[in-house]
């Protein structure tokens, strides 16, 4: 069965870059969250979509921005990086509303390093 | 506001020996999902086990098992037998509805407890 697919898998930049990570939902899932996932630390809540608009924001840094495109997959830009953002940054899809009660999928991250 | 407690940073378990990750939670609504997920050291997050508010039986899938008692707001995850296999972090998470609807039911992680299975 197709799974989330998030890219690249590993990145490396230097402070004040921007990155662009990408998440490819599962076929006919709408909605898409993002969480970033510091070391040693619990997943935290950045930002969600839902049929290409935002429905739910979270601890997401005004330098941070996403959006989910026409064919559902997001991105979520970076820019002016600090050593902070090292983290792994998860993308999890959801099936349309109200179909599952589990719902999510996540995909394998895409770990950011920041030197 | 919601809360997830796991109050055990790391378990140290002998392979075969059952296993009860503790997790209490907070939330004043009377709809909510528990959820268990397993991250082994290659960063993954893996769905494990389910829990519905108003759900009367604890739920099972496989060797895992929610003991979930609302009245004391805990869903602690229950690894029978456990194995070498078993080695990761665990996380507790809950979302303040039983359904996703419209994308806005974000999932809340507790802290997480690293568990070591001992051969």
């Known amino acids: 069965a197709a799974g989330v697919i998030q890219s690249p898998r590993h990145l490396i930049k230097e402070k004040r870059e921007t990155a662009t990570l990408k998440c490819y939902p599962i076929?006919?899932?709408?909605?898409v969250y993002w969480y970033q996932q510091g070391p040693g630390q619990d997943p935290q809540f950045l930002i969600s979509?839902?049929?290409?608009?935002?429905?739910d924001k979270g601890s997401i840094p005004d330098r941070f921005s996403a959006q989910q495109f026409s064919d559902y997959h997001s991105e979520l830009n970076m820019s002016s990086l600090e050593l902070g953002d090292s983290a792994l940054y998860f993308c999890?899809?959801?099936?349309?509303?109200?179909?599952?009660?589990?719902?999510?999928?996540f995909g394998s991250g895409t770990r950011l390093t920041v030197v | 506001a919601q809360k997830i407690t796991q109050t055990q940073p790391g378990m140290f378990v002998q392979e075969k020996e059952a296993v009860t990750l503790d997790c209490t939670y907070d939330t004043s609504d009377q709809s909510y999902g528990l959820f268990w997920y397993k991250q082994p050291s290659s960063g993954e997050m893996i769905f494990l086990i389910y829990?519905?508010?108003?759900?009367?039986q604890n739920a099972t899938e496989g060797r895992y098992s929610l003991n979930f008692q609302k009245a004391r707001k805990s869903a602690n995850l229950v690894i029978s037998a456990s194995q070498l296999g078993d080695s990761a972090m665990y996380f507790c998470?809950?979302?303040?509805?039983?359904?996703?609807?419209?994308?806005?039911?974000?999932?809340?992680f507790g802290q997480g407890t690293r568990l070591t299975i001992n051969p």
């Open positions: 829990q519905g508010s108003y759900d009367e």
């Open positions: 998470a809950m979302r303040e509805a039983l359904y996703i609807i419209q994308g806005a039911q974000k999932l809340v």
């Open positions: 076929p006919r899932h709408d909605t």
């Open positions: 979509f839902y049929e290409k608009m935002q429905s």
């Open positions: 999890a899809s959801s099936p349309p509303s109200g179909t599952a009660a589990y719902g999510y999928t």
